[in-house]
């Protein structure tokens, strides 16, 4: 068995320690916290210099904060698209564009068309609601850029 001098003596107490030039604390207090049970130190001992904080900070020193992120979000206010072209500023360009209509079959218009067909029309003028921009969903495209903007239906 070796003896307990061939591993040096024992790290000094930190509690021992003499207060650094100009401390203001109260007498008999370690300069630093103490170490909470179970933390690999003595109990009451304090902890050393920088331990247990972020490189650059420590007791008395600031930890540094990351910086604040600040996002700007435009709005623009809930515009009503009818079944006529609309002016709105497109979200792909960017641009302020009268929308492009362009008409669909719609729900309206295919139950216009059973109608028709169940009231004796069935010589091809059932098809007549296909036609009529009135009886067909309406969806709006941008002239420059030729995305889809909105769509409005009839049913």
Not at 110 to 133: K, T
Request: proline share 17%; aromatic share 10%; net charge neutral.
């Amino acid at each position: 068995m070796e003896s307990k001098a061939e591993y040096g003596a024992p790290p000094p107490n930190y509690n021992d320690a003499t207060q650094p030039p100009g401390y203001q604390g109260t007498p008999g207090q370690p300069p630093y916290p103490t170490a909470p049970s179970g933390a690999g130190y003595p109990p009451g001992a304090a902890y050393p210099p920088g331990a247990g904080y972020p490189p650059g900070a420590g007791p008395g020193v600031p930890a540094a904060q990351p910086p604040v992120v600040v996002q700007t979000v435009y709005m623009q206010p809930s515009q009503q698209f009818g079944f006529q072209p609309v002016q709105t500023t497109c979200p792909g360009c960017n641009q302020m564009v009268l929308t492009r209509v362009s008409y669909t079959p719609g729900a309206l218009t295919w139950l216009s068309c059973g109608g028709l067909f169940f009231i004796g029309c069935v010589f091809g003028c059932c098809l007549i609601p296909f036609c009529v921009d009135g009886l067909q969903d309406a969806d709006h495209y941008c002239p420059n850029c030729g995305r889809h903007i909105s769509s409005c239906r009839r049913l």
